[in-house]
């Protein structure tokens, strides 16, 4: 059986995506979630910047070098500025209320077993899925 | 170790595990808008790799929080700072809904997001920044909300 070349890359891009978040909870103690990171960095409180701040640099640089190695893995999708910018506040907002978005719960959450991490993700893949639906499958 | 170089080397693994997740959100094919809005259209043409980046991701960081269990603190700082919440409540799923929304209107999470960002789309610039200004403006209004709400 010929397994799809992407789901090949997916597994391999996940192990890196769980590796990053190893070893941030291992070593630092920290939940690797982004939204929670930038959030911590709109509000700084002393001592605790730092490492946001370094993370989010090196998340920039990692998309740097990517860029570099294979440009083809990044495209912008089919959506007009208006609306990515409706995404964004909703995405920014949910985020900030939900406490947590695709790596802190749909990553970090459900691998430490949290019930409320497992339903928040069931929730935000259902909303996004029904919003795809709902736009045609890729809204401009 | 000092509190100083100790600092400093928390800041190195932060600055390390940032450009391992850049790079793996880039393999795994999350910085593509359209397959990730591939992945959420269940119902036409269904594209189910994403699933395998959360089966992966999660198979790499549940095996290690098994192991990390057993030890006292992580090996940088004093304690793990985890979540330990476990009900539900109305806050939660509300917030989780609304982020739902967003994903599926742009095909963007705040990681890949913020990833995109080298490539100088105006799509990735304008979703970033919309997304910071959402961030905050919910952070100071939070509050307030809750103020007025225990008032009535």
Same mark, same amino acid.
């Given at each position: 059986?010929?397994i799809?070349?992407?789901?090949?890359? +997916? /597994?391999?891009?996940? @192990?890196?995506?769980?590796? $990053? #978040? *190893? =070893?941030? %909870?291992? !070593?630092?103690?920290?939940?690797?979630?982004?939204?929670?990171?930038?959030?911590?960095?709109?509000?700084?409180?002393?001592?605790?910047?730092?490492?946001?701040?370094l993370?989010?640099?090196?998340?920039?640089?990692?998309?740097?070098?990517?860029? +570099? /190695?294979?440009?083809g @893995?990044?495209s912008?999708? $089919? #959506? *007009? =500025?208006? %609306?990515? !910018?409706l995404?964004?506040l909703?995405?920014?907002?949910?985020t900030?209320?939900?406490?947590?978005?695709?790596?802190g719960?749909?990553?970090c959450?459900?691998?430490?077993?949290?019930p409320?991490?497992?339903?928040?993700?069931?929730?935000?893949?259902?909303?996004?899925?029904?919003?795809?639906?709902?736009?045609?499958?890729?809204?401009? | 170790?000092?509190?100083?170089?100790?600092?400093?080397?928390?800041?190195?693994?932060?600055?390390?595990s940032?450009?391992?997740?850049?790079?793996?959100?880039?393999?795994?094919g999350?910085?593509?808008?359209?397959?990730?809005?591939?992945?959420?259209?269940?119902?036409?043409?269904?594209?189910?790799?994403?699933?395998?980046?959360?089966?992966?991701?999660?198979?790499?960081h549940?095996?290690?929080?098994?192991?990390?269990q057993?030890?006292p603190?992580?090996?940088?700082?004093?304690r793990?700072?985890?979540?330990?919440?476990?009900?539900?409540?109305?806050?939660l799923?509300?917030?989780?809904a609304?982020?739902?929304?967003?994903?599926?209107?742009?095909?963007?999470?705040?990681g890949?997001?913020?990833?995109?960002?080298?490539?100088?789309a105006p799509?990735?610039?304008?979703?970033v920044?919309a997304?910071?200004a959402?961030?905050?403006?919910?952070?100071?209004?939070?509050?307030?909300?809750?103020?007025?709400?225990?008032?009535?």
């Amino acid at each position: 059986m010929d397994i799809p070349l992407d789901w090949i890359r +997916a /597994l391999q891009g996940g @192990a890196l995506i769980g590796l $990053s #978040a *190893s =070893l941030l %909870l291992g !070593l630092n103690g920290r939940v690797m979630g982004i939204s929670g990171i930038v959030g911590g960095l709109l509000a700084p409180s002393a001592g605790d910047v730092a490492w946001r701040a370094l993370f989010i640099a090196g998340l920039v640089g990692g998309g740097l070098v990517a860029l +570099a /190695l294979m440009p083809g @893995a990044f495209s912008a999708g $089919s #959506a *007009s =500025l208006g %609306l990515v !910018l409706l995404a964004g506040l909703l995405v920014g907002v949910g985020t900030r209320i939900g406490n947590g978005c695709t790596s802190g719960h749909g990553v970090c959450g459900i691998s430490r077993f949290s019930p409320r991490s497992v339903a928040a993700t069931l929730t935000f893949i259902g909303t996004g899925a029904l919003t795809v639906l709902l736009t045609g499958g890729g809204a401009r | 170790m000092t509190p100083r170089a100790r600092e400093r080397a928390q800041g190195v693994v932060a600055l390390l595990s940032g450009v391992l997740f850049g790079l793996g959100l880039a393999v795994a094919g999350m910085t593509r808008a359209e397959k990730v809005i591939g992945f959420l259209n269940f119902f036409r043409g269904w594209d189910p790799s994403l699933m395998f980046v959360m089966g992966g991701a999660i198979a790499v960081h549940a095996l290690a929080w098994r192991l990390l269990q057993g030890r006292p603190s992580p090996l940088l700082s004093a304690r793990f700072l985890v979540p330990t919440r476990r009900d539900l409540d109305v806050r939660l799923l509300l917030g989780a809904a609304i982020f739902g929304v967003g994903w599926g209107l742009g095909g963007f999470c705040p990681g890949p997001g913020i990833a995109s960002l080298p490539t100088a789309a105006p799509t990735a610039i304008v979703f970033v920044l919309a997304m910071l200004a959402g961030s905050y403006a919910t952070a100071r209004l939070d509050p307030l909300v809750t103020r007025a709400l225990k008032r009535s």
